[in-house]
């Protein structure tokens, strides 16, 4: 292997790594208010809002059901108008938090659903708001679990940037597709394959070690 | 302290209405222990999450400490449940807190300082004797540890009231007489009032001053729990009465028991003593008049108020031509007096 192939993976895997923390990052912050908004809104829930929660629902089903390549063909103008470019990272991670919002969203809204329903109902006989219940009870309870949300979304995520290599968004994606698809050079393209999965390994294991640490049940 | 007036709750299931309360009227004077059984579906559970509205009632009035919670927002709500405490029958302990935060909780939530939090916190574990696990997970903890904890953190903000959710109903007999024991302290020490649902009677007999069953959403019967125990009106009252004393044959006795005399043998005798019994020390009576002797083989003997009930085994020897007078005698004093058989 030469050194530019040799250069050429460390970029890709740093791409790789940006676009999948970076995205992860934006797409928690969209996906987790809207993970705890369709709990609480919905029947019987705290805030029990039948409306907002079927409106947030069918924008999450929408988002969920637009395959992720078409996603990004699709949000182009959308992207160029926010970071002034269509191609590349900073590009790529647009639609990449996009697409991984309303899937957080879904496992945020699974992970709170396993909380026991006592909880909530201790919290509010102690006289708790209902930001109190989230950020003192939900959110601490549901913690491991939203770890493992965590790294699931991430583990999606590295395959989501991947896929957008193919449409010159960067990262180990585009070095596999180019080299190794279009050029079918077998050692980068393998190379690329490694990579990939120790990178998957390495969040699976963290994410358990972190979702552990904090679960005291 | 607690007052419940002509309180309603319906549930809409599908396309039918459930009743699960109808015109649930009761009082908890100040001070007092309070209990409401009745058998699961009953409705209880509903009776007492309308008490602190975590569930609302359809109609009616509910009053604690004079202040009407209908009327109040959720905000004023939300503080006016500081004043009433809860605890469950499953506890619902935060498990990523450790025994120390999950009595800070509610002080937390109350915006109390950190430092008056601690002093609080380690006074309250002390009082429900956990102090040594203060740094420990409810995960580490038994039953009857995790019931002390959540009684400790609903105490945290002295509340006048404290409402128990079947608290013992997940814990063995043991444990269960010792959390109505912590119960009974708080009570009496603290002079909180203590409303609480279950289906199990020796709660009721062991710890409250007065009853209510409630049975399909209605209160039948209610009163002091001496009053009830004397003289219960209700087929269901009599059920629960006599569920708490249930008495077994011996093994033994159960091997030798005869159905008939063969003129050698001593009567099984089962006296049933209720509130109706005269409250005199009849056996020894029976056994002077009689001339007869008694040996009690099991025996489960009770007070509830004034009343002494229970019911006996005993072993009839003496005197053989005496037995039925002694029998006829038992059954004058309002003993129910039973032969099981002959030993």
Known sequence: ?217 | MIELKNVTKTFHQKDKIVSALSDVSLRVPEGKIFGVIGTSGAGKSTLIRCVNLLERPTSGEIIVDGKALMQLSNAELAIERRQIGMIFQHFNLLSSRTVFDNVAFPLELAGTPKSEIKTRVLELLQLVGLDEKANDYPASLSGGQKQRVAIARTLANNPKVLLSDEATSALDPATTRSILNLLKDINKRLNITVLLITHQMEVVKSICDEVAVISHGKLIEQGSVGEIFADPKHELTKEFIASSLHIDIPEVYQDKLQKQDNGSLNPLLKLEMTGKSVNEPVISEVSRIFDTDFKIVSAQMDQAGEVNFGVMLIELSGKRENYDAAIQYFNSKHIKTEILGYV
Do not use: C
């Open chain 1, 1 to 217: 292997m030469s050194d530019s192939i040799i250069d050429l993976l460390l970029k890709g895997t740093w791409e790789t790594i940006v676009m999948t923390f970076v995205s992860g990052f934006f797409g928690f912050l969209l996906g987790l208010p809207t993970g705890i908004l369709l709990f609480l809104t919905r029947k019987n829930q705290i805030l029990d809002q039948p409306v907002l929660n079927r409106t947030l629902s069918v924008i999450v089903n929408v988002f969920r059901s637009i395959p992720f390549i078409i996603l990004i063909v699709w949000m182009i103008p959308f992207t160029r108008a926010i970071v002034g470019t269509s191609i590349g990272v900073s590009a790529a991670l647009v639609p990449l938090s996009i697409g991984a919002a309303p899937f957080i969203a879904r496992l945020v809204e699974n992970s709170l659903l396993s909380l026991p329903s006592g909880l909530i109902e201790a919290a509010r006989a102690l006289g708790a708001t209902p930001f109190q219940i989230v950020y003192k009870v939900l959110l601490p309870e549901a913690l491991p679990s939203l770890i493992n949300a965590a790294s699931i979304t991430l583990i999606t995520l590295v395959g989501y940037s991947a896929m957008g290599g193919a449409v010159g968004a960067g990262g180990l994606g585009q070095v596999g597709y180019q080299y190794g698809y279009i050029g079918y050079d077998a050692v980068t393209m393998n190379s690329v394959l490694a990579l990939l999965v120790i990178l998957v390994f390495i969040i699976q294991f963290a994410g358990d070690k972190l979702s552990k640490r904090f679960d005291h049940r």
